[in-house]
C-alpha cells in the first residue's frame, strides 16, 4: 500500500528542517540529504508536486533568507567577517531546476 505523504506547508517546512538539523548535526551527510528528498519527492503523488513544489522553494528562499539575516546581524554587532558565503542565487535557481526536473522525470 502506497504512503501517503502530507504537501502541507508545515509539513514540509518540517521535512527541511529535520534534514538541515541531521546536516548540521553531522548525522547526515550531503549526499545523504539529496538522497533523502529525493526519495521523499518520489513519494509524493504526481498531482500534489505543484503545491509541494511552491512550498518546498518557499522554504528554502526564507530559510536562506534567515541566513542572510543571521550574517548581516553578526556582522553589523561585532564587525566580524562572515564565514560562509550567502547562497548564490544561482544556487537558488539550480535548486528550482532540481524539483521541477524531478517532477519531470518522475512523471515519465
Known sequence: ???????????????????????????????????????WWDLIHPADRPIAQKYLLTVLERSVSALDAIEDGLTSSNGCAA??????????????RIVKESGVRSAV
Open 1 to 39: 500500500m502506497p504512503q501517503e505523504l502530507s504537501v502541507s506547508y508545515l509539513a514540509i517546512k518540517s521535512k527541511v528542517y529535520r534534514l538541515i538539523d541531521a546536516l548540521v548535526d553531522g548525522e547526515k551527510t550531503e549526499a545523504d540529504v539529496q538522497e533523502s528528498i529525493r526519495r
Open 83 to 96: 564565514t560562509y558565503g550567502p547562497l548564490p542565487s544561482e544556487r537558488m535557481k539550480v535548486m528550482e
